[in-house]
């Protein structure tokens, strides 16, 4: 069984800024965390091989920096990472982004399954790791939160509003990973240490034949950025409290009516 996990290093949230004026973020200013739907899938990766065997290999694509990434996923139990990047590769949207991943994995090699985080939390799209299904011709399924293999089918379960979902799809196959029942585990010490020494394929674009530049990073893609802002600062609202339920509504609806919102 070998097992491909996608991840994208994305800025933390917490302190991410932008640049209005070139519609981007500003990573320089914020740290660089995992994808945390990506850490699900490779958990999810790491409980399938220590259950059937096999090998889990790790991808991401990004700047220099995002080795950062691949050495914590190598620390979490990941048996090979790889990296790819190059300046073209940059700016891209989600067809571009999918297109430079489809070409990097089929230089990686061939796999039974790829797992990616059912989106991004820094775009938010979850469209990359469908694109890629496409692109490879393969199987997918999306949302996962559990997968259990039968001979070479992929049994996916999906939380629906009031039931588990079940779908079965042949391998090879692309199944997107949502939030576990279990949290990812923490990266071994002596495999933290080990990263740091680990030999690491990078791959740019030269390495990727018969790759067409043009439809890579902003020259690829087909969505431009015109306008990014902040939402506007909404002012605190306001608690009714009163001892029944029928007060409540009566002050609520006296409320409204004098704001005229009703």
């Known amino acids: 069984m070998n097992i491909l996990v996608c991840v994208k290093q994305v800025p933390d949230p917490v302190e991410i800024k932008f640049n209005s004026e070139t519609a ?51 620390a979490m139990g990941a048996d090979k990472i790889v990296l790819a990047s190059d300046s073209l590769f940059e700016g891209g949207d989600t067809l571009a982004t999918s297109y430079a991943l489809f ?65 079965e799809v042949k391998m090879p196959a692309l199944v997107t990973v949502a939030k576990l029942a279990v949290e990812p585990r923490n990266p071994n010490i002596r495999r933290k240490i080990a990263a740091n020494k680990i030999e690491m394929p990078v791959i740019s674009a030269a390495d990727l034949e018969g790759i067409d530049a043009a439809r890579l990073g902003l020259t690829g893609s087909a969505v431009k950025v015109k306008k990014m802002f902040a939402p506007p600062v909404r002012g605190a609202g306001i608690k009714i409290e009163n001892e029944t339920a029928d007060n409540a509504v009566k002050a609520l609806v006296d409320y409204l009516s004098n704001a005229k919102a009703i």
């Not at 500003?26 to 699900?40: G, H, L, T």
């Not at 220590?50 to 080795?67: C, D, F, N, R, Y």
């Not at 230089?107 to 692109?135: H, S």
């Open 24 to 74: 981007s973020l500003i990573r320089a200013c914020a740290a660089n965390i995992v994808n945390p739907f990506d850490k699900y899938a490779l958990e999810l990766a790491l409980q399938l091989k220590e259950k059937h065997g096999g090998e889990v290999t790790v991808l991401t694509m990004g700047p220099p920096q995002a080795v950062d990434a691949l050495k914590e996923c190598y």
């Open 103 to 167: 070409c990097a994995i089929k230089k990686t090699g061939e796999f039974d399954l790829i797992l990616y985080g059912k989106q991004a939390i820094d775009g938010n799209t979850a469209q990359v790791g469908p694109q890629v299904a496409e692109r490879l011709g393969v199987a997918q399924a999306t949302c996962a939160t559990g997968i259990e293999l039968a001979d070479d089918k992929v049994l996916v379960a999906r939380e629906q509003d009031d039931c588990q979902e079940i779908i």
